[in-house]
Nanobody, 127 residues
Framework: QVQLVESGGGLVQAGGSLRLSCVASGRTSGRTSSTFAMGWFRQAPGEEREFVAAIRWSLGSTKYADSVKGRFTISRDNARNTVYLQMNNLNAVDTAVYYC????????????????WGQGTQVTVSS
């Protein structure tokens, strides 16, 4: 199994930016598979966990939720086993705990099909 540790959350004003990082360790050899992916999900208080962005590790192909397209960018650093989420033009609705996930999902936007999860990092956007 892959262990994931997120960082980079914090408090930011509306319109500001943050970059989240997620370092993967453990059984990361599976990332050479064409189906291995890492994703970001978020969960606000009282809400269900929702998809934010995902990347197929070997292909570099990405997918985004409509709510973050044009504002968020997911990327990965192969040498550092790290996936990033650059978040620009943040607003109050982006406030949530952000979780990193890893696995071999058929659909990268479905949380249930990911095998490994990080502990989450809080992002708070003040208006």
């Amino acid at each position: 199994q892959v262990q994931l540790v997120e960082s980079g959350g914090g408090l930011v004003q509306a319109g500001g930016s943050l970059r989240l990082s997620c370092v993967a360790s453990g059984r990361t050899s599976g990332r050479t598979s064409s189906t291995f992916a890492m994703g970001w999900f978020r969960q606000a208080p009282g809400e269900e966990r929702e998809f934010v962005a995902a990347i197929r590790w070997s292909l570099g192909s990405t997918k985004y939720a409509d709510s973050v397209k044009g504002r968020f960018t997911i990327s990965r650093d192969n040498a550092r086993n790290t996936v990033y989420l650059q978040m620009n033009n943040l607003n109050a609705v982006d406030t949530a705990v952000y979780y990193c996930a890893a696995g071999t999902p058929y659909d990268t936007s479905v949380a249930l099909v990911y095998d490994s999860w990080g502990q989450g990092t809080q992002v708070t956007v003040s208006s």
